[in-house]
């Protein structure tokens, strides 16, 4: 393979960015002479990738949320056709991010550039004519999920299963809090420990921070009455990287007060960056919907998932998904294995009512006896490295 090669490659959010850093490091650990240029984030670059444009101006997710970021979108899109046009890449990978890649695969298409498309859209669930575009402009796909394999197979489009890049991620999270009997006879080792996750996005911050952090204050004035004697609930909160940390604190710092019960200052603790930390020692997580869902149950971290957008996103959503279910998990098992409360159900008064009915040492082990087949089912490690081989080979081709 000649020394000159180069790739372009697209990831439009936090968790593209992830999955583009290992992908970056795998492709590197090939040929370490490879041009990787693309739009991505810290993650990416850190791991040997040129950015040419940032993607912390990209991160939208829903109807009226894309429109406020119109600008952004195709000021990316014109510097992405730019490079292509000038610097003729030999591949362009595509990570996720649909409504932008597919576009970017139309064009690399024209300009007969060849199109690995790794983490596919969700076809599964909604907007299956992305299935046509996909055969059209996409040389192969790699796919993340068991069950897509039937779908691209009948759709007549190369396709390779390379494993959930997920479970590369989590291989060596092990967890701190477990079950086991107690003095308090609630069978659970204290303090509990609840971790909330409301998102990567701003508009997720947005919609779904201030709701779980009152749902938060209602479990902890009513777990001494639903449990005998436990008082001692800890309340970790997720604080993503690419979230505006000022904006996070401003909606954090009312709810973190004295407690009028326990008489402590700051009931929430804030971790910044990825969930790792918050996976290893939570008992039970209050969880946005999207990926960090399927990264919980990797980890066999029981959890209630919500979500609310904006009246008219969701009413999208209802009319166009064809699945039963939101939460990545359920889907996954295709059976309701995690409670989902969605837009006017998504309250902190049910939320709290789900949580204190979970918290029970016989529903969390079955739960998390569910969520290891779940993993099992997903196979083995090493996506990242199965995903560069296709390309390496594609480059070679």
Not at 229 to 237: G, K, Q, S
Request: glycine share 4%; proline share 5%; charged share 25%.
């Amino acid at each position: 393979m000649k020394k000159e090669k180069h790739i372009i490659i697209i990831a439009g959010e936090p968790s593209g960015d992830l999955h583009g850093a290992s992908l970056t490091s795998e492709l590197k650990k090939a040929n370490p002479y490879l041009v990787i240029k693309g739009i991505g984030g810290e993650l990416m670059q850190q791991a040997g990738m040129e950015l040419f444009f940032h993607i912390k101006e990209l991160s939208a997710m829903g109807v009226t949320e894309v429109l406020k970021q119109f600008k952004q979108i195709k000021q990316a899109f014109d510097l992405f056709r730019k490079k292509i046009t000038l610097e003729k890449p030999d591949l362009l990978i595509l990570i996720d991010y649909p409504g932008f890649n597919l576009k970017a695969a139309e064009y690399a298409e024209k300009n007969k550039i060849k199109v690995l498309y790794y983490i596919t859209p969700k076809i599964w669930a909604w907007n299956r004519s992305r299935l046509k575009k996909i055969k059209k402009y996409v040389d192969h796909a790699a796919i993340i999920f068991p069950f897509e394999q039937t779908i691209f197979k009948k759709a007549n489009i190369p396709a390779t299963y390379v494993g959930n890049p997920l479970l590369d991620r989590y291989r060596e999270v092990k967890r701190e809090k477990e079950l086991s009997k107690s003095p308090n006879n609630s069978g659970l080792l204290l303090p509990l420990t609840i971790g909330l996750l409301p998102g990567s996005r701003e508009s997720e911050i947005a919609n779904l921070l201030e709701i779980m952090l009152q749902s938060a204050i209602i479990i902890n004035n009513r777990a001494k009455i639903v449990i005998n004697n436990l008082t001692n609930i800890r309340f970790i909160v997720s604080a993503a990287s690419s979230v505006n940390i000022s904006t996070f604190n401003k909606i954090l710092e009312p709810y973190n007060q004295v407690n009028i019960n326990t008489q402590s200052d700051n009931i929430f603790e804030v971790v910044r960056g990825e969930p790792t930390e918050i996976f290893r020692h939570s008992d039970l997580l209050i969880a946005a919907s999207g990926t960090v869902t399927l990264e919980a149950a990797i980890c066999g971290v029981p959890m209630v998932i919500i979500y609310k957008t904006s009246p008219f996103t969701y009413f999208l959503a209802k009319k166009f998904v064809k699945i039963p279910y939101i939460g990545l998990p359920n889907i996954v098992a295709n059976y309701p294995i995690i409670p989902e409360l969605l837009q006017n159900d998504a309250t902190p008064e049910k939320i709290a009512n789900q949580v204190l009915s979970m918290i029970n040492p016989e529903k969390l082990a079955s739960i998390k006896k569910r969520l290891l087949m779940i993993k099992r089912y997903l196979g083995d490690a090493g996506a990242a490295e199965r995903t560069a081989k296709l390309a390496i080979k594609m480059l070679e081709s």
